[in-house]
């Protein structure tokens, strides 16, 4: 869309319980079509096995576009004749994913905004996606100035944000996050249409305190010369898709072997993170193991022990959704979540359960 090609500059950092860190700014966005080939030859991921994956803990930068424009909320509007409506009220819902207008199919906001200026004040046809469901819902817009119509609806089609890769599979395919990506208004999982991983250059690290986890201040530059990747798949198990650039995102191509859930054990462990301009390993205890899986993305307990992890960022920070957990040699999970009111310790993700998200999109090529 053209309007997200318009040229934004700036930093960005957000407090919140997942550690996904959500990016206000972007220089430069080009669709899929217009990014040029990056010329880059691949890494070779032959030397792996089926349990074994090319070890991650690099701070990439991530933008998905939502498959259809999602509803947020609805508002009231004060038509021409000076009464308050609210027309798309008990109609459509937070979550809601607008895909068509008059049967008319759209992909964004600005083919949503387009629709609704060429409507004529007759009632409006929305194609609507929720909980897996497609449906139409007429809504009669409310004209508040002449010849200009509104529907009341606030949406969103996209988000950006920074986060750490976990694992890269001999696929080139790369598991992320270890939760999925929800949007910040309603908590829903986005649903994705497509996405992209970007290289990002961190700034700056702020500290975690009590009731106030941390995070990590950086820069995403969205333009081809940046395109890591493709992600084209966000679950509540983290995001997943192709890494094109092996050679630049993974530097040092460590291959690990990968843990049963029924490996691990409670004591010491370390988590693999970019802090300072380096990625370093950082000792942590795991203090608890859930085996139900009640909470896919909350199977390990963990608590950073490390000094100087502890003095630099206070524990767990935004950004470090995503970094490995390795213990006894092997790759076990990644990090997830941070404690509010103690950022040194978190939630973490068993690595199967990332896998089996690697392996149903397989199976569905």
Not at 164 to 176: C, D, M, N, P, V
Not at 253 to 260: F, K
Not at 327 to 353: C, P, R
Request: charged share 25%.
């Amino acid at each position: 869309m053209a309007e997200r090609r318009k040229q934004k500059a700036g930093r960005f950092f957000l407090c919140a319980v997942l550690i996904f860190a959500v990016s206000v700014c972007i220089q430069e966005k080009l669709s899929p079509a217009e990014r040029i080939s990056s010329g880059q030859a691949e890494a070779s991921t032959s030397v792996l096995e089926n349990d074994t994956v090319l070890l991650g803990g690099m701070p990439v930068g991530i933008y998905m576009e939502t498959d259809g424009v999602m509803v947020l909320s609805t508002e009231e509007i004060t038509g021409i004749d000076g009464t308050d409506y609210e027309p798309a009220a008990d109609l459509v819902q937070s979550g809601d994913y607008i895909t068509a207008v008059n049967d008319t199919e759209i992909s964004g906001k600005a083919d949503l905004l387009d629709a609704v200026s060429h409507l004529d004040g007759d009632s409006v046809t929305l194609t609507v996606k929720r909980d897996g469901e497609t449906m139409d819902i007429r809504i009669a817009p409310v004209e508040y100035e002449p010849d200009e119509y509104r529907l009341g609806i606030w949406v969103r089609d996209n988000v950006q944000g920074l986060g750490t890769i976990t694992f890269l599979t001999e696929q080139s395919r790369f598991g992320a996050l270890g939760h999925g990506i929800h949007d910040t208004d309603t908590n829903v999982l986005m649903s994705i249409d497509s996405g992209t991983v970007y290289r990002t250059s961190i700034q700056d690290i702020r500290k975690g305190v009590s009731g106030s986890p941390g995070s990590m201040e950086g820069i995403i530059v969205y333009n081809d010369y940046n395109v890591l990747g493709t992600i084209d798949k966000n679950t509540e198990a983290g995001i997943y898709g192709t890494i094109d650039r092996i050679d630049e995102l993974f530097d040092e191509q460590i291959p690990i072997e990968t843990a049963a859930k029924e490996e691990i054990v409670t004591g010491d462990a370390v988590i693999r993170c970019f802090i300072d301009n380096e990625i370093k390993e950082y000792k942590i205890q795991v203090t608890d193991i859930d085996m139900s899986d009640t909470e896919i993305n909350k199977g390990l307990v963990i608590q950073v022990t490390d000094p100087e992890l502890l003095e630099k960022t206070g524990g767990i920070i935004q950004g470090m959704s995503g970094s490995p957990i390795i213990q006894n040699g092997k790759l076990i999970g990644a990090v997830t979540h941070v404690f509010v009111q103690d950022s040194t310790k978190g939630y973490g993700i068993f690595v199967e359960n990332m896998l089996k998200q690697v392996e149903n999109s397989e199976e569905s090529k």
